[in-house]
């Protein structure tokens, strides 16, 4: 297939969120890669395999970089050269007949397409993804903007509300447009999860104050197990709180983006961990990481492995009353997690200039983001019992754990905290305790 394809229909409407909850309601976890190829052939081809795969799967376009910073003209030139070059499929530098072409016989109700970008300006990619009959992507105007670059918070700000703007009009009849905040994994690691939790939520609240009616709330796993069940259970129990019960949501959990594991058998762990804490905290949807995470960029063969290994374990999890899984969710997360999402709402009725203003003013506070518009003077570290905890909080209306005596930070403590979950993973007498019990190591994946 070549950017000259023939033209083909749009496929044909779903519901993102629908497949999800349906999914739910059958007691099945839906796994999804990140995978993205300049070439409309291999496009379709991992696309093809993603579906095929034993699993409950969503499939995934992941844009290119030039598409993703704006500079379509690159895009184009290298769609020009043959594409060999991108690592991404860039959306917007293709026609729309031949991204259908990519999605022809594949996208449709039981195969929900997400195209995932990383842009703070995404109207470009809106208009590509809806043009070429797709209606369900992600971002937001804070997490897809500080972790990435330079671009000011207010711009970010203003090109994501037409971008949700776009998504709500661009909709194809009987499409109900899903956008995923990745609010739930600013820069990744080291950020307590009452930030993450309320900046999920936020990014939710903005989407649906401009014309979103089903999104879902992400969250990356962390350091400790139980930590992470309670921050999900806290997002949970925020979301039925604070968005309007007539909005379609689910939660999705995202395994670890830190630091991975080197071992295979140590990848393997991790990512079992993270599809049974996906379905003890209720989550409806898991992105996937590979077991060569640590060395390349996974092929299409490695990440169908993740996505079977992962809807292997979580088909193996015990999961009792998902239905109800927000309904604990009261513990010292949530308290923070309320309480940041309270002050930025407190700043101002038009949520746009609030969360300006919450940054501004260094109420919201991103740990090791360097954007000229975060503050940076909170600090997050692991305690002894493995835990994320504020080191210092600066503006931000929460206090630091000074109890659990967090030293000052050298650059061999960044270090070993950035490695500490593929250190305990790769350890060979590791024993997953994130259920309660001791299991024996993985069978590894044969790649």
Known sequence: MTAQAPAAPAPVPASFGGFVAAATAAGRLVVQPRMGFGDPGRMRSGLARTKAATAHTAGTLTVDSYTRVGDLAGARAAVAEGGTGLNGYPIAAHSPDTTRAVLHGLAGPDFPVQVRHGSARPAAIVRAL???????????????????????????????????????????????????????????????????????????????????????????????????????????????EFLPADVDRHVVLYTYMGVYPRTEQGALRLLEASARLAVRSGAGRLIVKTAAEAHRIPGVGENVRALETAAAAAALAQAPGREDAGADGHGEVYQEARTLIETVLGLHPDLPRALTTAFR?????????????????????????????????????????????????????????????????????????????????ATPLTV
């Open 361 to 441: 003013r260094g109420l919201l506070d991103v740990p090791f983001c360097l954007h000229p518009d975060n503050a940076g003077r909170s600090l997050g570290f692991i305690d002894p019992a493995g835990r994320l905890r504020w080191a210092r909080t600066g503006a931000m209306p929460i206090r630091p754990d000074t109890a659990a005596g967090a030293a000052p930070l050298t650059s061999d403590g960044l270090l070993a905290a950035l490695h500490h979950v593929a250190g305990r993973y790769d350890d060979p007498r590791h024993r997953d305790r994130d259920d309660g019990h001791d299991r024996p190591p």
């Open 130 to 240: 809806t043009a070429a009959g797709l209606d369900a992507t992600e971002g937001g105007p804070v997490s897809y903007c500080l972790p990435y670059g330079r671009t000011p918070l207010r711009e970010s700000v203003d090109a994501w509300v037409r971008a949700c703007e776009l998504l709500a009009d661009g909709a194809r009849p009987g499409a109900v447009p899903h956008l995923e905040s990745f609010g739930g994994c600013l820069l990744g690691q080291l950020c307590p999860p009452g930030l993450l939790v309320a900046t999920s939520l936020l990014e939710c609240l903005f989407f649906v104050r401009f014309g979103l009616r089903s999104v879902s709330l992400s969250y990356a796993q962390q350091t400790d197990p139980a930590q992470d069940e309670e921050a999900l259970r806290a997002l949970h129990r925020l979301a039925a």
